[in-house]
């Protein structure tokens, strides 16, 4: 695929600390015929003036969006026959083009891409959670969106990011594209490091929480959507654990205390074991089941958020009518 042309589509929002090293990065890996493409969604910090500064380089406004629709804006203005989307704290490795065309040289590959990389100043956190990954090349159900190529004439056609997704609009892509006989194959040699993950436990919370408000996008595609379905046994779990010691005549009892922390450290240790089978490593099963409780714990507060706004929203149609 010697006439590859790829777009690069950057969504921007306040990185002023990492813009600059994003695109350097991207710029040292283009072609002359490639592109890239920063959409910027609103930046209150000096980002835009810094991408402002590289005069090869397309700026478009798209404020106050999803980052879905800050993607598919980008994609429309594209003149590439492939869209890679880049994340503005990620930087892409050596050798990053060529591993794409060398993946895209097979037809049936409509998207590719990596996990990310690490950073070298990696904390324990990013060091445990990035641990359970592919190492070997493969079709993969998900590639994060900061990290992901895919032929534009594949991404128009199945309409693209889901622009009313307000998180995990990569998920669902991923998903409808692997259901519509559309290969997602992942390459770990088209490498990208992603500078943003969260160096504390409360960040992390913070993080999963944001990411997990679009934990429903695949259910338009697959009603069996795993991290879903171990959610809710966690927020049964949970439940069943504060009303067994709400109703329980002596809640101090040493076995009853034991019998809740350990069925709301179930669905944890379930996952845990699950992922390190599943990538044959349990080098940190420990501090996953930390790190998974904390996960699920995230996601149980964005499930609240979720089924508020849906209230909220539900009550303005009330009134209006």
Same mark, same amino acid.
């Given at each position: 695929?010697?006439?590859?042309?790829?777009?690069?589509?950057?969504?921007?929002?306040?990185? %002023?600390?990492?813009? #600059?090293?994003?695109?350097?990065?991207?710029? #040292?890996?283009?072609?002359?015929?490639?592109?890239?493409?920063?959409?910027?969604?609103?930046?209150?910090?000096?980002?835009?003036?810094?991408?402002?500064?590289?005069?090869?380089?397309?700026?478009?406004?798209?404020?106050?969006?999803?980052?879905? #629709?800050? *993607?598919?804006?980008?994609?429309?203005?594209?003149?590439?026959?492939?869209?890679?989307?880049?994340?503005?704290?990620?930087?892409?490795?050596?050798?990053?083009?060529?591993?794409? &065309?060398?993946?895209?040289?097979?037809?049936?590959?409509?998207?590719?891409?990596?996990?990310?990389?690490?950073?070298?100043?990696?904390?324990? @956190?990013?060091?445990?959670?990035?641990?359970?990954?592919?190492?070997?090349?493969?079709?993969?159900?998900?590639?994060?969106?900061?990290?992901?190529?895919? *032929?534009?004439? &594949?991404?128009?056609?199945?309409?693209?990011?889901?622009?009313?997704?307000?998180?995990?609009?990569?998920?669902? /892509?991923?998903?409808?594209?692997? $259901?519509?006989?559309?290969?997602?194959?992942?390459?770990?040699?088209?490498? #990208?490091? $992603?500078?943003?993950?969260?160096?504390?436990?409360?960040?992390?919370?913070?993080?999963?929480?944001?990411?997990?408000?679009?934990?429903?996008?695949?259910?338009?595609?697959?009603?069996?959507?795993?991290?879903?379905?171990?959610?809710?046994?966690?927020?049964?779990? /949970?439940?069943?654990?504060?009303?067994?010691?709400?109703?329980? %005549?002596?809640?101090?009892?040493?076995?009853?205390? &034991?019998?809740?922390?350990?069925?709301? /450290?179930? @669905?944890?240790?379930?996952?845990?074991?699950?992922?390190?089978?599943?990538?044959?490593?349990?080098?940190?099963?420990?501090?996953?089941?930390?790190?998974?409780?904390?996960?699920?714990?995230?996601?149980?507060?964005?499930?609240?958020?979720?089924?508020?706004?849906?209230? %909220?929203?539900?009550?303005?149609?009330? &009134?209006?009518?």
């Amino acid at each position: 695929m010697d006439d590859i042309q790829i777009s690069f589509i950057v969504p921007l929002y306040n990185e %002023e600390k990492t813009i #600059a090293s994003c695109l350097d990065s991207i710029i #040292a890996e283009m072609h002359v015929t490639d592109e890239i493409i920063v959409v910027d969604n609103g930046s209150t910090d000096k980002s835009a003036n810094i991408v402002s500064a590289y005069q090869s380089i397309t700026l478009l406004e798209r404020p106050r969006v999803t980052v879905a #629709a800050v *993607r598919n804006f980008g994609a429309k203005m594209a003149k590439g026959n492939v869209l890679a989307f880049i994340d503005s704290d990620c930087i892409v490795c050596i050798d990053w083009r060529k591993q794409l &065309v060398q993946t895209l040289k097979v037809r049936s590959v409509a998207a590719s891409g990596s996990k990310y990389c690490l950073p070298e100043s990696a904390c324990w @956190i990013e060091k445990v959670w990035y641990s359970q990954r592919n190492k070997t090349a493969g079709k993969a159900k998900y590639i994060n969106s900061g990290n992901l190529a895919i *032929r534009k004439d &594949v991404f128009l056609r199945v309409g693209g990011f889901d622009e009313t997704l307000i998180t995990g609009e990569d998920s669902e /892509l991923c998903w409808r594209l692997s $259901h519509t006989d559309n290969i997602v194959f992942e390459n770990p040699d088209i490498k #990208a490091i $992603h500078l943003g993950n969260p160096k504390n436990l409360w960040r992390f919370y913070k993080q999963q929480r944001w990411h997990s408000l679009g934990m429903f996008g695949t259910f338009k595609v697959s009603c069996f959507d795993k991290p879903v379905m171990m959610t809710i046994a966690f927020a049964f779990c /949970l439940l069943f654990s504060l009303l067994t010691a709400f109703y329980n %005549e002596n809640m101090f009892d040493l076995n009853s205390q &034991v019998f809740a922390v350990m069925l709301i /450290l179930s @669905i944890p240790i379930i996952t845990t074991f699950y992922r390190c089978f599943q990538f044959r490593n349990f080098l940190y099963f420990p501090q996953l089941v930390l790190l998974y409780l904390v996960y699920f714990v995230a996601r149980i507060d964005a499930l609240l958020r979720i089924c508020y706004t849906h209230i %909220e929203k539900g009550n303005r149609k009330l &009134v209006r009518t």
